[in-house]
Each structure stands twice: as structure tokens, then as C-alpha cells.
């Protein structure tokens, strides 16, 4: 019997791989393939795919960090690298390669939806850019829509106080949330990524300080506060856990911690559609007590509403346990 002579062309390997049965047959002809022909980006493309159906992740993602080495403008490398990153559960690695396939004109609505889900967080770019965009228009916008949460943390944790109260507002945004406190603060620091939003905080004259920074670095920066505000900013954080953790260091002796998070159930944030996170009072509840800390008020309210329908919440009242 013949057996069919081997493939020996850049071509003739090209369609055996396209050919081939199995993953592994393949990726044998892709690797002859790429021998003679090793900068052709689609092939190791197609090389690395190969590597994934194998259950090779290691193989996989370096082929593809080849593949966008010669190739920058294919926007599928960079999400089939992210896609790579995700199964690694490598976050922040999956976030870059998304970020660069959607500067390429890839639709990465699928793998950002997936990213948000595994991280258990909110990429902090996507509440950069999101509020970035927003600042200019946040105030005007959140007016339509019956907006409450700072006023409803300043009348809860009101009768704590001893004026002055040195303050820390975090995901101040445009200031909304420091206005309330405008004729008891002490020193008052506003902390937020979106640095529109700061730059809109600005104009108020209100804040000591604004700082461009995520969240638990300005916690564990030294500072002492005796009331820490967080008005609408966790929704946006699914992992509460790297916040509370640095909350007992960063209040003064009697200091209080207001917050509103929409209403969930179970131990767990869970992500809504809205791409805004609900936390339950469980997962709350489990927060305080790993962290040293107790809650003192807990209200049920409406924080705002989103397309007509009542946005259900609670707003928080915490202190340390001793
Ligand atoms: C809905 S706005 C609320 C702003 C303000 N607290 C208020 O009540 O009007 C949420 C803010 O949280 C900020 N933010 C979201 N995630 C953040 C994070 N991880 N670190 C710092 N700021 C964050 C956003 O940039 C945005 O300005």
C-alpha cells in the first residue's frame, strides 16, 4: 500500500493543518508550517488554538504573545489572549488584552461581561471610564432620576457627630456626597478614580483634598477619620473584603463608617444587569464581623430610581466593635 507523501510546501502544510482530524494532528502540521513560515501571525493564531483545545494554557498564551510580537493590528490576538487570561483567572492581564482588542475594534462585550462575573469585581477602568465620561453630566442626570443616597447617609449618621468631623469621602465623585457635611467638616478628603469627576469636585470648593486613587491605598495611607462616607461607590466594587479589612485602622477612636449598597441576597455581591453590584446583608454582616466591626443602624431605602422603578438599598451605620 502508498502511503500519501508527506506534505512538504508552506501551502500543502497550511491545508493539512486546516485538514488535520484532531487538535493534534494539527498542531504538528502548524508547527511545520511555522518552521518555513515562522511570522505568520494567523497560523500561530490557529497554532494556539490548537494548544487551548488541548487543554494547554501555557503553550497557548505564549503562541499568542508571539502572534501579537508580529502582528498589532489583528484585534482577534489580543482577545483570544484575553480569553487565555480569563481561563488563567490572570484579571488584570485578561483587562490589558481587552482593552487592547477594543482599541483594535473587537467586540469584547461578551469577555468583559465574563471578566466582571469571574473577578468578582468591577474592573476599575470600567468605573474610570464610565464615570469620566459621566462627569459633566452626573449631576444634572442624577437629579432626573430622584437621587438620595448623600442626604440619606447625612441623616442617618447625623446624630454621631461632634462637629468637626474630619471626614474621608470615598468615590467622592462630584462632591454630592461631602455637600451634606459642608458646615461640620473638620478636614474633608474626597477619593475617586475618575479624575472628571474630581476635576467637577473641584469647583465646589469644599474638599481639603482630592485624591485620584482606588479605594483601600487611601485607607491604609495613615490617615484617621472620624467619619468615612461611601455613598453609591460600592455598588460599583463587587469584593467589599479589601476595603472593610482597612476600615478599623482608618478611623479615630468613636469614628463611624455610612454606606449605601442596593439590596441583595445571600453571602455573595451579586452583579445585576444594571452592571452595578447588590450586596446582601449577610455578606455585610460577615464583613463587620471578620473585620472587628458592628453595625449600629441599617435602613431600608430608595436610593434613586432607574427607568421609573424604585432602585431598593440600604444605607449602613458601622463602628468598630471595642
Ligand atoms: C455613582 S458615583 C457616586 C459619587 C458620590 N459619592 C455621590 O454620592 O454623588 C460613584 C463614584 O465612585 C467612583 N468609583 C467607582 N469605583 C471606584 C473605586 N474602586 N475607587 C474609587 N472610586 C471609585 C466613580 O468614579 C464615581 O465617581
Known sequence: MNTPPLPATPSEWRAAAQQAATPAEALTAWREYLWLRPDDAEALLAQALCWRQLGQKGEEVQVLQRALRIDRENATIPLELARAWLDLAEWDRAEDALTRAEMLGADVEELRQRLMHERGSLPTSYARHLFNDYAPRFNEALKGLGYQAPDLIAQTV?????????????????????????????????????????????????????????????????????????????????????????????????????????????????????????????????????????????????????????????????????
Request: glycine share 12%; hydrophobic share 45%; net charge negative.
Open 158 to 322: 447625623w446624630k454621631y457627630l461632634t462637629p468637626p468631623v474630619d471626614i474621608l469621602d470615598l468615590g467622592c465623585g462630584t462632591g454630592l456626597s461631602g455637600l451634606p457635611f459642608k458646615d461640620i467638616k473638620g478636614r474633608l478628603v474626597g477619593v475617586d478614580l475618575a479624575e472628571q469627576m474630581l476635576h467637577e469636585a473641584a469647583k465646589l470648593n469644599l474638599y481639603d483634598l482630592l485624591v485620584c486613587s482606588d479605594l483601600p491605598p487611601v485607607l491604609e495611607g495613615g490617615g484617621r477619620w472620624d467619619l468615612i462616607v461611601a455613598a453609591d461607590v460600592f455598588v460599583y466594587i463587587g469584593n467589599l473584603a479589601p476595603v472593610f479589612e482597612r476600615l478599623p485602622d482608618a478611623l479615630n477612636a468613636g469614628g463611624h463608617v455610612a454606606f449605601t449598597v442596593e439590596k441583595g441576597n445571600g453571602p455573595v455581591p451579586v452583579l445585576q444587569d444594571s452592571r452595578r453590584y447588590a450586596h446582601g446583608a449577610e455578606y455585610i454582616e460577615g464583613l463587620l464581623g471578620q473585620n472587628g466591626l458592628k453595625a449600629r443602624e441599617i435602613f431600608e431605602v430608595v436610593l434613586r430610581h432607574d427607568r421609573h422603578q424604585p432602585v431598593m438599598g440600604q444605607v449602613w451605620v458601622i463602628a468598630k466593635a471595642n
